[in-house]
């Protein structure tokens, strides 16, 4: 095999897996939101508490993006912020949109299509759960982030006395991505999963006629999982924990 070909052929292979990739989340993420938007979203209208913390908690007249944005139903939580909502899902984008004077947009949580080092805010509520590798749930992740307001740096100080700064206080100035993601953790709960079972699972949905289960993907994340990717991403975690059956984050640009 010549060099050339050789060359070819590294390409080709990771192509080739990115490819698959997308197949697979079409198949089990985008075409079953499709599918079920309508009876999903009248499921989903109840804000999550901590999600609705950190909204309200927001500055007057931040704007942020809410990414996986669903049906919308975080838009409106703040009325005075203003949010972008995004998601793959024609269908649900066409409900979010009734959330005005926000905005929303079908577009791809890999390939944003907002200016970098702009926002003041983020969420991506139960969204990233559903990309299928570990590389892509952390370029999703890069991707948010760099959409976010990097920290001021030694504003007032010098980088000495910033460097011993906690980071929730070196990044006070910075924007904030709040994620979401299913947690493996959820003995007691309905699911009934726990540490040993599989990470990568298919979750039914039964259609509104109780009739038809389609199957959605879902990565179930582990403790540490989260902190781990965001780190990996490129982030700082400032915050994190556990909320019924749910890991989520806190985290800030690193750079």
Wanted: hydrophobic fraction near 40%.
């Amino acid at each position: 095999m010549s060099n050339v070909e050789e060359t070819v052929s590294e390409v080709a292979a990771p192509l080739t897996d990115v490819l698959k990739e997308e197949v697979y989340e079409s198949e089990h993420v985008h075409q079953v939101y499709e599918r079920i938007a309508k009876h999903f979203s009248s499921t989903r209208y109840k804000p999550w508490p901590i999600v609705e913390d950190f909204l309200r908690k927001l500055p007057v007249g931040s704007i942020g993006l809410d990414v996986g944005c669903g049906n919308g139903k975080y838009l409106a939580v703040n009325p005075n912020v203003f949010i972008i909502g995004s998601d793959r899902s024609e269908s649900l984008v066409k409900i979010a949109s009734k959330h005005e004077p926000h905005s929303s947009l079908v577009a791809d949580m890999l390939s944003l299509p907002h200016p970098p080092r702009l926002f003041d805010f983020a969420i991506a509520i139960a969204v990233i759960h559903h990309l299928s590798t570990t590389q892509r749930r952390q370029d999703a992740i890069k991707a948010m982030l760099e959409c976010l307001l990097p920290a001021e740096q030694g504003k007032g100080k010098s980088s000495r006395e910033d460097s011993t700064l906690k980071p929730e206080a070196a990044h006070a100035h910075a924007g904030k991505l709040l994620i979401y993601v299913w947690a493996l953790e959820q003995k007691t709960s309905r699911r009934g999963w726990s540490e040993s079972d599989e990470q990568d699972v298919l979750v039914p949905w039964v259609t509104d006629n109780g009739n038809t289960k389609v199957l959605r993907y879902y990565h179930l994340y582990r403790a540490g999982d989260l902190e781990r990717d965001i780190t990996e991403a490129g982030g700082i975690v400032l915050d994190s924990g556990y909320e019924k059956d749910n890991w989520w984050a806190v985290a800030a640009r690193s750079w």
